[in-house]
T-cell receptor
Protein backbone atom coordinates (compact mmCIF):
# COMPACT_ATOMS: atom_id res chain seq x y z
CA UNK A 1 0.00 0.00 0.00
CA UNK A 2 1.00 3.62 -0.46
CA UNK A 3 3.23 5.39 2.04
CA UNK A 4 1.77 8.67 3.29
CA UNK A 5 3.83 11.24 5.13
CA UNK A 6 2.88 14.51 6.78
CA UNK A 7 4.89 17.53 7.81
CA UNK A 8 5.16 18.81 10.44
CA UNK A 9 4.37 15.99 12.83
CA UNK A 10 3.53 18.53 15.51
CA UNK A 11 3.68 22.26 16.06
CA UNK A 12 2.86 24.85 18.67
CA UNK A 13 1.59 28.13 17.25
CA UNK A 14 0.45 31.49 18.47
CA UNK A 15 -3.11 32.60 17.95
CA UNK A 16 -3.68 34.71 14.86
CA UNK A 17 -0.99 32.97 12.86
CA UNK A 18 -1.33 30.38 10.09
CA UNK A 19 0.18 26.94 9.63
CA UNK A 20 0.50 24.93 6.44
CA UNK A 21 0.49 21.14 6.73
CA UNK A 22 1.92 19.06 3.94
CA UNK A 23 0.80 15.60 2.85
CA UNK A 24 2.99 13.55 0.51
CA UNK A 25 2.11 10.18 -1.03
CA UNK A 26 4.65 7.90 -2.69
CA UNK A 27 2.26 7.07 -5.55
CA UNK A 28 -0.25 8.96 -7.65
CA UNK A 29 -3.75 9.16 -6.21
CA UNK A 30 -6.85 10.84 -7.50
CA UNK A 31 -8.50 11.84 -4.27
CA UNK A 32 -6.98 13.08 -1.05
CA UNK A 33 -8.89 13.97 2.08
CA UNK A 34 -8.26 16.15 5.10
CA UNK A 35 -9.74 15.32 8.49
CA UNK A 36 -9.71 17.06 11.85
CA UNK A 37 -9.66 15.23 15.16
CA UNK A 38 -10.31 17.53 18.08
CA UNK A 39 -8.99 16.44 21.50
CA UNK A 40 -10.73 13.27 22.68
CA UNK A 41 -13.05 13.32 19.70
CA UNK A 42 -13.62 11.41 16.51
CA UNK A 43 -12.52 12.34 12.99
CA UNK A 44 -14.45 14.88 10.96
CA UNK A 45 -13.89 15.40 7.25
CA UNK A 46 -12.82 18.94 6.40
CA UNK A 47 -12.59 18.66 2.62
CA UNK A 48 -11.85 16.47 -0.36
CA UNK A 49 -9.01 17.53 -2.65
CA UNK A 50 -8.87 16.45 -6.28
CA UNK A 51 -5.96 17.40 -8.49
CA UNK A 52 -6.87 20.10 -10.98
CA UNK A 53 -10.01 21.28 -9.26
CA UNK A 54 -10.98 23.23 -6.19
CA UNK A 55 -11.40 21.35 -2.97
CA UNK A 56 -14.89 20.38 -1.85
CA UNK A 57 -15.59 21.47 1.72
CA UNK A 58 -17.91 19.85 4.23
CA UNK A 59 -20.55 21.78 6.08
CA UNK A 60 -18.99 23.93 8.76
CA UNK A 61 -15.64 24.31 7.02
CA UNK A 62 -14.79 27.20 4.70
CA UNK A 63 -12.02 27.86 2.25
CA UNK A 64 -10.95 31.11 3.90
CA UNK A 65 -10.20 29.26 7.13
CA UNK A 66 -8.83 26.03 5.63
CA UNK A 67 -7.40 26.72 2.17
CA UNK A 68 -6.22 23.57 0.42
CA UNK A 69 -3.86 23.11 -2.49
CA UNK A 70 -3.50 20.03 -4.69
CA UNK A 71 -0.79 20.86 -7.24
CA UNK A 72 -0.21 17.27 -8.40
CA UNK A 73 -1.30 13.68 -7.87
CA UNK A 74 1.10 13.01 -4.98
CA UNK A 75 0.90 16.13 -2.85
CA UNK A 76 -1.54 18.35 -0.99
CA UNK A 77 -1.41 21.07 1.63
CA UNK A 78 -3.91 22.24 4.21
CA UNK A 79 -3.50 25.67 5.77
CA UNK A 80 -5.12 26.51 9.08
CA UNK A 81 -5.55 30.28 8.97
CA UNK A 82 -5.87 32.90 11.69
CA UNK A 83 -5.64 30.23 14.33
CA UNK A 84 -7.38 30.23 17.69
CA UNK A 85 -7.05 27.74 20.57
CA UNK A 86 -10.18 26.01 19.24
CA UNK A 87 -8.11 24.92 16.22
CA UNK A 88 -5.92 22.76 18.45
CA UNK A 89 -6.43 19.32 16.94
CA UNK A 90 -4.82 16.49 15.08
CA UNK A 91 -5.06 17.01 11.33
CA UNK A 92 -4.88 13.90 9.15
CA UNK A 93 -4.69 13.42 5.44
CA UNK A 94 -5.91 10.25 3.77
CA UNK A 95 -6.20 8.63 0.38
CA UNK A 96 -8.72 6.26 -1.12
CA UNK A 97 -7.85 2.58 -1.21
CA UNK A 98 -9.04 0.18 -3.87
CA UNK A 99 -11.73 -1.28 -1.66
CA UNK A 100 -13.51 1.92 -0.64
CA UNK A 101 -11.40 2.19 2.50
CA UNK A 102 -9.09 5.10 3.23
CA UNK A 103 -5.50 5.01 4.35
CA UNK A 104 -4.26 7.72 6.65
CA UNK A 105 -1.09 9.65 7.17
CA UNK A 106 0.51 9.84 10.61
CA UNK A 107 -1.24 13.10 11.48
CA UNK A 108 -0.10 16.55 12.55
CA UNK A 109 -0.71 17.54 16.16
CA UNK A 110 -1.39 21.27 16.35
CA UNK A 111 -1.49 23.25 19.58
CA UNK A 112 -2.55 26.88 19.46
CA UNK A 113 -1.68 29.08 22.43
CA UNK B 1 -27.52 11.96 7.17
CA UNK B 2 -25.69 8.82 8.06
CA UNK B 3 -24.66 8.40 11.67
CA UNK B 4 -22.43 5.93 13.45
CA UNK B 5 -22.87 5.20 17.15
CA UNK B 6 -20.41 3.51 19.45
CA UNK B 7 -22.11 3.13 22.80
CA UNK B 8 -19.06 1.98 24.77
CA UNK B 9 -16.66 4.86 25.49
CA UNK B 10 -14.28 2.49 27.25
CA UNK B 11 -13.75 -1.27 27.44
CA UNK B 12 -11.16 -3.43 29.12
CA UNK B 13 -10.07 -7.01 28.58
CA UNK B 14 -7.57 -9.39 30.09
CA UNK B 15 -4.68 -10.44 27.93
CA UNK B 16 -5.54 -13.59 25.92
CA UNK B 17 -9.28 -13.08 26.45
CA UNK B 18 -11.91 -12.04 23.92
CA UNK B 19 -13.65 -8.69 23.74
CA UNK B 20 -16.44 -7.36 21.55
CA UNK B 21 -16.82 -3.70 20.61
CA UNK B 22 -20.25 -2.48 19.52
CA UNK B 23 -21.22 -0.24 16.63
CA UNK B 24 -24.57 0.70 15.17
CA UNK B 25 -25.25 2.93 12.20
CA UNK B 26 -28.11 4.60 10.47
CA UNK B 27 -28.50 4.71 6.70
CA UNK B 28 -31.20 4.45 4.07
CA UNK B 29 -28.77 2.94 1.58
CA UNK B 30 -28.70 -0.76 0.74
CA UNK B 31 -25.13 -0.74 -0.55
CA UNK B 32 -22.40 0.63 1.68
CA UNK B 33 -19.13 -0.20 3.39
CA UNK B 34 -18.19 -0.50 7.02
CA UNK B 35 -14.79 -0.36 8.65
CA UNK B 36 -13.04 -0.64 11.96
CA UNK B 37 -9.96 1.51 12.48
CA UNK B 38 -7.48 1.34 15.32
CA UNK B 39 -5.71 4.43 16.64
CA UNK B 40 -2.90 3.71 19.14
CA UNK B 41 -1.30 6.53 21.13
CA UNK B 42 0.96 7.20 18.16
CA UNK B 43 -2.27 8.59 16.57
CA UNK B 44 -1.75 6.66 13.31
CA UNK B 45 -5.14 5.44 12.01
CA UNK B 46 -4.81 1.79 11.05
CA UNK B 47 -7.43 -0.12 9.09
CA UNK B 48 -8.34 -3.26 11.01
CA UNK B 49 -11.13 -4.79 8.96
CA UNK B 50 -13.69 -3.94 6.29
CA UNK B 51 -17.14 -5.27 5.37
CA UNK B 52 -19.17 -4.77 2.24
CA UNK B 53 -22.90 -4.59 2.95
CA UNK B 54 -23.75 -6.83 0.02
CA UNK B 55 -21.72 -9.67 1.49
CA UNK B 56 -23.53 -11.84 3.98
CA UNK B 57 -20.37 -13.49 5.20
CA UNK B 58 -18.73 -11.78 8.15
CA UNK B 59 -15.23 -10.49 7.49
CA UNK B 60 -12.28 -11.98 9.37
CA UNK B 61 -8.67 -10.84 9.64
CA UNK B 62 -6.60 -13.11 11.85
CA UNK B 63 -7.72 -12.43 15.45
CA UNK B 64 -10.24 -9.80 14.36
CA UNK B 65 -13.72 -10.64 13.14
CA UNK B 66 -16.99 -8.81 12.77
CA UNK B 67 -20.62 -9.64 13.40
CA UNK B 68 -22.49 -7.79 10.67
CA UNK B 69 -26.24 -7.69 11.16
CA UNK B 70 -27.60 -5.68 8.22
CA UNK B 71 -31.24 -5.66 9.27
CA UNK B 72 -30.29 -4.46 12.73
CA UNK B 73 -27.68 -2.05 11.32
CA UNK B 74 -25.14 -3.46 13.71
CA UNK B 75 -21.44 -4.01 13.09
CA UNK B 76 -19.52 -5.30 16.11
CA UNK B 77 -15.82 -6.12 16.27
CA UNK B 78 -14.56 -9.19 18.11
CA UNK B 79 -10.93 -9.36 19.14
CA UNK B 80 -9.80 -12.85 20.12
CA UNK B 81 -6.71 -13.73 22.14
CA UNK B 82 -6.24 -10.06 23.06
CA UNK B 83 -2.69 -8.79 23.14
CA UNK B 84 -1.14 -5.81 24.88
CA UNK B 85 -0.58 -4.23 21.48
CA UNK B 86 -4.31 -4.19 20.86
CA UNK B 87 -4.71 -1.37 23.37
CA UNK B 88 -5.92 1.64 21.40
CA UNK B 89 -8.92 3.71 20.40
CA UNK B 90 -11.16 1.83 18.00
CA UNK B 91 -13.35 3.71 15.56
CA UNK B 92 -16.21 2.30 13.54
CA UNK B 93 -16.70 4.02 10.17
CA UNK B 94 -19.28 4.07 7.38
CA UNK B 95 -18.96 4.87 3.70
CA UNK B 96 -21.90 5.10 1.32
CA UNK B 97 -22.39 3.40 -2.05
CA UNK B 98 -19.77 3.09 -4.75
CA UNK B 99 -19.92 6.15 -6.97
CA UNK B 100 -21.35 8.35 -4.25
CA UNK B 101 -19.62 10.37 -1.58
CA UNK B 102 -16.18 9.13 -0.61
CA UNK B 103 -16.64 10.55 2.88
CA UNK B 104 -16.04 8.31 5.88
CA UNK B 105 -18.40 8.90 8.80
CA UNK B 106 -16.84 7.89 12.11
CA UNK B 107 -18.27 6.94 15.46
CA UNK B 108 -16.95 8.56 18.63
CA UNK B 109 -14.65 5.67 19.38
CA UNK B 110 -14.10 3.07 22.09
CA UNK B 111 -10.96 3.12 24.19
CA UNK B 112 -9.73 -0.44 24.70
CA UNK B 113 -7.46 -1.28 27.60
CA UNK B 114 -5.70 -4.64 27.71
CA UNK B 115 -4.71 -5.79 31.18
CA UNK B 116 -1.73 -8.12 31.61
Amino acid sequence: SAVISQKPSRDICQRGTSLTIQCQVDSQVTMMFWYRQQPGQSLTLIATANQGSEATYESGFVIDKFPISRPNLTFSTLTVSNMSPEDSSIYLCSISGGGNEQFFGPGTRLTVL
Amino acid sequence: AQTVTQSQPEMSVQEAETVTLSCTYDTSESDYYLFWYKQPPSRQMILVIRQEAYKQQNATENRFSVNFQKAAKSFSLKISDSQLGDAAMYFCAYKGPQGGSEKLVFGKGTKLTVNP
